[in-house]
């Protein structure tokens, strides 16, 4: 069974950066494509950004494009968000997930634990 778990969350001040990452388990991470959403308190869980299985697409929501980088390192198992210019909008538990580079979070069939990020105005 694949786990995915996430780290790199915490606090930073509006303007900083922070980079996410997130380990699978398994051999297969890197036959899937990755996402990253995310959910404030009493919102949705929106879309964030999404990776194919070789790195050679992504996808990002409007509201993170030219402020956040998603990437992978298939050898390490390891998904990243590189996440800069930092607004307190972006404060919400971020998850990364397994299956598709679509917006949908029905499309992703795995889901990490969340990490949060904290954004101080």
């Known amino acids: 069974q694949v786990q995915l778990v996430e780290s790199g969350g915490g606090l930073v001040q509006a303007g900083g950066s922070l980079r996410l990452s997130c380990a699978a388990s398994?051999?297969?991470?890197?036959?899937?494509?990755m996402g990253w959403f995310r959910q404030a308190p009493g919102k949705e869980r929106e879309f964030v950004a999404a990776?194919?299985?070789?790195?050679?697409?992504?996808n990002y929501a409007d509201s993170v494009k030219g402020r956040f980088t998603i990437s992978r390192d298939n050898a390490k198992n390891t998904l990243y968000l590189q996440m800069n210019s930092l607004r307190p909008e972006d404060m919400a538990v971020y998850y990364c997930?397994?299956?598709?580079?679509?917006?949908?979070?029905?499309?992703?069939?795995?889901w990490g634990q969340g990490t949060q990020v904290t954004v101080s105005s």
């Open positions: 997930a397994r299956g598709s580079l679509t917006e949908r979070a029905r499309d992703y069939d795995v």
């Open positions: 398994g051999r297969t991470f890197r036959s899937y494509s």
């Open positions: 990776i194919s299985w070789s790195g050679s697409i992504s």
